[in-house]
């Protein structure tokens, strides 16, 4: 199966920066189609919400947010996703997760394999001098 892993978060001063990376692997397999990759928060109390997302065109969507101060890119080749972001502020506290649809892969011979929906399990990011 397909799994995600991801780095960065932390404690972040207001104002700071951070910048988060989600890798996609498939055990002894390979990916070979990705249709969009983003991150996704859960605010304390909230439901979880888009954050950014980038399809494989390279059309990116914001929040209106974070819109202005963030930035995902994504490496179509190696599967991985980034999120920058800037003047963080205490709202911006929250568990964040790599999100990845429409994955194709391969594992067995001969056999091609399709996900819909693949979720990291997610990264602390807590905004607060």
């Known amino acids: 199966q397909v799994q995600l892993v991801e780095s960065g978060g932390g404690l972040v001063a207001p104002g700071g920066s951070l910048s988060l990376s989600c890798a996609a692997h498939?055990?002894?397999?390979?990916?070979?189609?990705?249709?969009?990759m983003g991150w996704y928060r859960q605010r304390p109390g909230n439901q979880r919400e888009m954050v950014a997302t980038?399809?494989?065109?390279?059309?990116?969507t914001y929040a209106d947010s974070v819109k202005g101060r963030s930035r995902v890119s994504g490496d179509w080749t190696r599967r991985t996703v980034a999120l920058q972001m800037s003047s963080l502020k205490p709202e911006d506290t929250a568990v964040y997760y790599c999100?990845?649809?429409?994955?194709?892969?391969?594992?067995?011979?001969?056999?091609?394999?399709?996900?819909?929906?693949?979720w990291g399990e997610g990264t602390q990011v807590t905004v607060s001098s």
């Open positions: 980038i399809d494989n065109t390279g059309r990116t």
């Open positions: 498939v055990a002894s397999g390979h990916i070979s189609n990705i249709w969009i």
């Open positions: 999100n990845i649809d429409g994955i194709t892969f391969h594992q067995t011979p001969g056999v091609t394999s399709f996900v819909y929906a693949v």
